[in-house]
C-alpha cells in the first residue's frame, strides 16, 4: 500500500499536466470545490502557462492508460466536472502507439505456455487496433477460422493497480470534505471505474460479458454478437469470431453497400432497449468503432469490456420515467423518484414535480422532430442538486449510453426520434411487467411456488411427529443413567422447595418489619 507523500507527489505530478492543458482553472473557479483542493490546484499550476481554452482530453492523454480510462468514466459525470468538461472528454479517444510484436508474443505463448503456431495457422503482427489496456491482431485458427485476438498490453495490470489505489486515496479525502464532495460520491464513482477496469483487464471476463449478451439477445434479429473462442482466451489473451463489415459511423459506404440508413437506425435503438430495459445489462461502449453493419444488414457489435447492469426495480423506475416524462405526468415522475428513495423524504413531492415540469415541458412544446430522450436525461439530472438526490452512477452510465446510441442513429437517420422508436417498446414492457396482466402473473407463480412447497413441509411435520402420534420419545435410559436422572430430578425438586420456603420466608419478613413500622 502506497504512503500518502507518494499519493500526493503523484497528484501534484498529474495536476501539473492538467494545468499544462488549461484543465485546473474549472475546479479553481466552481464554489463548490472544497479550499484544500483549490490549494493543491495552485501549488500544481504554479510557473506553468495555462492555454485560454481547456483540453480535458489532452491531459488525461498524456497522463497515461489509467487516466485516459478514468476520463471516459467521468465524461459520464457532468454533475461532477461539469459540462464544458464532460463534453471535452467524449471526444476522448482511446488510441496509443502498439506495443512491439516480440513482447505480445512472448506474453501470448507464455498465457498458453505453448508455442503460438500451435494456436493459430496465421497471426499478424501488425495490429488493427491499439488502445490502453490491450491491441487486437487479425490470425487466423489451426482450423481455419478468421478471427481477432485481443491481448492486454504487457504490465498494464500493475500501472492501473497503482494509479487506482490514488484515485482511491483522494477520492476518501475529497469525500471526507462533506457538502458537494459528498453528495456526489466520488467514492462510488472510483468504485465503480475499479470494478470496469477490472473486467476488462481479465480478458475471461470480457469474454462472459459477451456471452451473457449474446444469451439475452437471443431471437433479436438483425443484431449480433460474435462468438467466443474459449480454447484460446484466457485472462491475458482473447480471442473471438472476426466481423467482415463496415463501420457504421461509414455512412456513405452504407448507402454505396444499398443498406436501408432508416431501419438500421430504429433497429439500432431497439436493440439498446432491449439491453437496457428488459435484460438489465447492456453494452455500455456503444460507439461509432465498436459497431459494423455485415453485407447482409446485420449489426455486429464488439468490445465488451465497459458493460451497464441495472436490476429490475431500476428499470421500472426508468422506464415509467421516461414514460412520464413524454406525456406530462410529473406528478407520478416525481412519486418514482420519492419511492426509489432518490429524493430526500423531507423534500416535497409537489415541488419535485414542479422542477420537473420546468425541465420537460420545454421539450413538450417543441416538434417531435426535436424530442431528445438525452436531453431529456441531461435535464433531469441537473436538477439533483437542489434536491439533495445522491447520484447514481449506474444510470449516469445508462444515460451516457443511451446519448451515445441516439448520436449514432441520429447519424444514419437525421429525422430519427428516439422516443417515436422506443415509446412503443417502453409502453409495451411497463404493461408486461406493471400491468394487471403481470400482477396476476406474479400472484400466480407465487401461489404456485407455495403450493409446491407444501409436500416438503408435510414430509417435515411426520418426520418430527410419527404415525403413533404425539411428539418422538426419547430412547430408554440404561439402569445407571436412570438412577442419576432420579438423583437429579429428586434434588432439583429440593432446590425449588427451598427457593419457595426463602421466598414466602422474606416476604413475611417484609410484612412484619412493615407492620412494625420499620419500613415505611
Given at each position: 500500500?502506497a504512503?500518502?507523500?507518494?499519493?500526493?507527489?503523484?497528484?501534484?505530478?498529474?495536476?501539473?499536466?492538467?494545468a499544462?492543458?488549461?484543465?485546473?482553472?474549472?475546479?479553481?473557479?466552481?464554489?463548490?470545490?472544497?479550499?484544500?483542493?483549490?490549494?493543491?490546484?495552485r501549488?500544481?499550476?504554479?510557473?506553468?502557462?495555462?492555454?485560454?481554452?481547456p483540453?480535458?482530453?489532452?491531459?488525461?492523454?498524456?497522463?497515461?492508460?489509467?487516466?485516459?480510462?478514468?476520463?471516459?468514466?467521468?465524461?459520464?459525470?457532468?454533475?461532477l466536472?461539469?459540462?464544458?468538461?464532460?463534453?471535452?472528454?467524449?471526444?476522448?479517444?482511446?488510441?496509443?502507439?502498439?506495443?512491439?510484436?516480440?513482447?505480445?508474443?512472448?506474453?501470448?505463448?507464455?498465457?498458453?505456455?505453448?508455442?503460438?503456431?500451435?494456436?493459430?495457422?496465421?497471426?499478424?503482427?501488425?495490429?488493427?487496433?491499439?488502445?490502453?489496456?490491450?491491441?487486437?491482431?487479425r490470425?487466423?485458427?489451426?482450423?481455419?477460422?478468421q478471427?481477432?485476438?485481443?491481448?492486454?498490453?504487457?504490465?498494464?495490470?500493475?500501472?492501473?493497480?497503482?494509479?487506482?489505489?490514488?484515485?482511491?486515496?483522494?477520492?476518501?479525502?475529497?469525500?471526507?470534505?462533506?457538502?458537494?464532495?459528498?453528495?456526489?460520491?466520488?467514492?462510488?464513482?472510483?468504485?465503480?471505474?475499479?470494478?470496469?477496469?477490472?473486467?476488462e483487464l481479465?480478458?475471461?471476463?470480457?469474454?462472459a460479458?459477451?456471452?451473457e449478451?449474446?444469451?439475452?439477445?437471443?431471437?433479436?434479429?438483425?443484431?449480433?454478437i460474435?462468438?467466443?473462442?474459449?480454447?484460446?482466451?484466457?485472462?491475458?489473451?482473447?480471442?473471438?469470431?472476426?466481423?467482415?463489415?463496415?463501420?457504421i459511423?461509414?455512412?456513405?459506404?452504407?448507402?454505396?453497400?444499398?443498406?436501408?440508413?432508416?431501419?438500421?437506425?430504429?433497429?439500432?435503438?431497439?436493440?439498446?432497449?432491449?439491453?437496457?430495459?428488459?435484460?438489465?445489462?447492456?453494452?455500455?461502449?456503444m460507439?461509432?468503432?465498436?459497431?459494423?453493419?455485415k453485407?447482409?444488414?446485420?449489426?455486429?457489435?464488439?468490445?465488451?469490456?465497459?458493460?451497464?447492469?441495472?436490476?429490475?426495480?431500476a428499470?421500472?423506475?426508468?422506464?415509467?420515467?421516461?414514460?412520464?416524462?413524454?406525456?406530462?405526468n410529473?406528478?407520478?415522475?416525481?412519486?418514482?423518484?420519492?419511492?426509489?428513495?432518490?429524493?430526500?423524504?423531507?423534500?416535497?413531492?409537489?415541488?419535485?414535480?414542479?422542477?420537473?415540469?420546468?425541465?420537460?415541458?420545454?421539450?413538450?412544446?417543441?416538434?417531435?422532430?426535436?424530442?431528445?430522450?438525452?436531453?431529456?436525461?441531461?435535464?433531469?439530472?441537473?436538477?439533483?442538486?437542489?434536491?439533495?438526490?445522491?447520484?447514481?452512477?449506474?444510470?449516469?452510465?445508462?444515460?451516457?449510453?443511451?446519448?451515445?446510441?441516439?448520436?449514432?442513429?441520429?447519424?444514419?437517420?437525421?429525422k430519427?426520434?428516439m422516443?417515436?422508436?422506443?415509446?412503443?417498446?417502453?409502453?409495451?414492457?411497463?404493461?408486461?411487467?406493471?400491468?394487471?396482466?403481470?400482477?396476476?402473473?406474479?400472484?400466480?407463480?407465487?401461489?404456485?411456488?407455495?403450493?409446491?412447497?407444501?409436500?416438503?413441509?408435510?414430509?417435515?411435520?411426520?418426520?418430527?411427529?410419527?404415525?403413533?402420534?404425539?411428539?418422538?420419545?426419547?430412547?430408554?435410559?440404561?439402569?445407571v443413567?436412570?438412577?442419576?436422572?432420579?438423583?437429579?430430578?429428586?434434588?432439583?425438586?429440593?432446590?425449588?422447595?427451598?427457593?419457595?420456603?426463602?421466598?414466602?420466608g422474606?416476604?413475611?419478613?417484609?410484612?412484619?418489619?412493615?407492620a412494625?413500622?420499620?419500613?415505611?
Open positions: 500500500m504512503k500518502p507523500a507518494t499519493h500526493i507527489w503523484r497528484l501534484l505530478k498529474w495536476g501539473r499536466t492538467l499544462r492543458h488549461g484543465a485546473l482553472r474549472g475546479i479553481e473557479n466552481d464554489p463548490n470545490t472544497p479550499v484544500p483542493v483549490k490549494r493543491l490546484a501549488i500544481a499550476r504554479f510557473g506553468t502557462v495555462q492555454p485560454r481554452d483540453d480535458y482530453a489532452g491531459a488525461f492523454r498524456d497522463i497515461g492508460p489509467a487516466a485516459i480510462k478514468l476520463g471516459q468514466t467521468l465524461a459520464t459525470r457532468p454533475d466536472v461539469g459540462e464544458e468538461a464532460a463534453r471535452n472528454l467524449l471526444t476522448l479517444q482511446d488510441d496509443l502507439p502498439p506495443v512491439d510484436f516480440a513482447l505480445i508474443k512472448q506474453s501470448v505463448e507464455s498465457s498458453f505456455e505453448q508455442p503460438i503456431e500451435n494456436l493459430w495457422s496465421h497471426f499478424d503482427p501488425v495490429p488493427i487496433g491499439a488502445a490502453s489496456i490491450a491491441q487486437v491482431h490470425a487466423v485458427t489451426t482450423e481455419g477460422r478471427v481477432a485476438v485481443k491481448v492486454l498490453r504487457p504490465g498494464v495490470r500493475e500501472r492501473f493497480a497503482k494509479d487506482i489505489q490514488t484515485y482511491e486515496w483522494a477520492a476518501a479525502h475529497l469525500e471526507s470534505f462533506g457538502g458537494e464532495a459528498a453528495r456526489l460520491r466520488p467514492r462510488l464513482t472510483i468504485a465503480n471505474f475499479k470494478r470496469w477496469t477490472n473486467s481479465d480478458l475471461r471476463r470480457e469474454a460479458s459477451a456471452s449478451l449474446a444469451e439475452h439477445m437471443v431471437g433479436t434479429s438483425g443484431y449480433e460474435p462468438e467466443i473462442d474459449w480454447d484460446r482466451t484466457n485472462g491475458r489473451v482473447m480471442t473471438i469470431d472476426w466481423i467482415e463489415g463496415i463501420k459511423s461509414d455512412t456513405e459506404a452504407l448507402r454505396a453497400a444499398g443498406h436501408d440508413m432508416d431501419e438500421l437506425a430504429g433497429r439500432l435503438v431497439l436493440a439498446f432497449l432491449k439491453q437496457a430495459i428488459a435484460a438489465g445489462f447492456f453494452h455500455a461502449d460507439h461509432q468503432g465498436n459497431l459494423f453493419v453485407p447482409d444488414g446485420t449489426i455486429a457489435a464488439i468490445d465488451f469490456g465497459i458493460m451497464g447492469r441495472i436490476d429490475r426495480r428499470r421500472m423506475w426508468l422506464a415509467e420515467i421516461l414514460y412520464g416524462l413524454t406525456t406530462g410529473y406528478r407520478r415522475v416525481a412519486e418514482i423518484h420519492f419511492e426509489a428513495q432518490y429524493v430526500p423524504s423531507h423534500h416535497d413531492v409537489n415541488d419535485f414535480a414542479t422542477a420537473l415540469r420546468a425541465v420537460g415541458e420545454p421539450m413538450r412544446g417543441k416538434p417531435v422532430s426535436e424530442l431528445s430522450v438525452g436531453q431529456m436525461l441531461d435535464g433531469l439530472f441537473a436538477i439533483t442538486r437542489d434536491f439533495d438526490m445522491q447520484t447514481q452512477p449506474h444510470l449516469l452510465l445508462l444515460q451516457k449510453t443511451m446519448v451515445m446510441v441516439e448520436g449514432i442513429a441520429t447519424q444514419l437517420n437525421p430519427i426520434n422516443w417515436d422508436v422506443s415509446a412503443p417498446y417502453v409502453r409495451s414492457w411497463i404493461r408486461d411487467e406493471l400491468g394487471p396482466e403481470a400482477a396476476l402473473a406474479d400472484r400466480i407463480r407465487e401461489d404456485t411456488e407455495t403450493l409446491l412447497r407444501i409436500p416438503e413441509l408435510v414430509r417435515r411435520i411426520e418426520e418430527s411427529y410419527p404415525s403413533k402420534g404425539g411428539a418422538p420419545e426419547p430412547p430408554p435410559l440404561p439402569e443413567e436412570l438412577m442419576w436422572e432420579r438423583r437429579r430430578r429428586k434434588e432439583a425438586g429440593r432446590s425449588w422447595v427451598g427457593y419457595a420456603v426463602a421466598a414466602i422474606g416476604g413475611a419478613a417484609v410484612w412484619l418489619a412493615m412494625q413500622g420499620w419500613i415505611v
